[in-house]
């Protein structure tokens, strides 16, 4: 009994299944400058860049973006964007705080006067999916 206890937990260990994810971003007014790209898996650190589980910086093309994040565990993760247009490594804000580079969420949440929550804009991944997100 013992032996099998011990071969089943090594398989666990070593058996992992793990999901992609995709995120194709569109919408972006120019090619100008970079996207980056963070995903989160808790309400905690969203929509903090800085603070997410895994995060990207890639290029702009045909106004649009690619991002894969692999080994995942399955769950639910949100995804936010911004466009950093003269690449000084933040999103700008107005002297309001109002962002005045193109930024989106997952789910394509929005929120009137600040981010949305990570409830809405968190998805299920169980399985490799792909998802859009339009900035704005």
Known sequence: MFKWC???LLVGLFNKETVSLEV???????????AYV??????????SYGKQLKGKIVDIEQLKCKVTFTNLTPGSYAIAV???VNKNNKLDKNVLGMPTESYGFSN???????????????????????????VK
């Open 24 to 34: 194709n971003v569109s919408g972006f007014p120019s090619n100008k400058g970079q």
């Open 108 to 134: 394509n949440a929005r929120a009137t006067f600040s981010a949305p929550s990570y409830q809405d804009a968190k998805v299920s991944c169980l399985k490799d999916k792909s998802i859009n997100i339009l």
């Open 82 to 84: 911004y466009h950093d």
């Open 38 to 47: 963070a995903l989160f898996n808790s309400s905690e650190s969203f929509p």
């Open 6 to 8: 011990c071969a089943l």
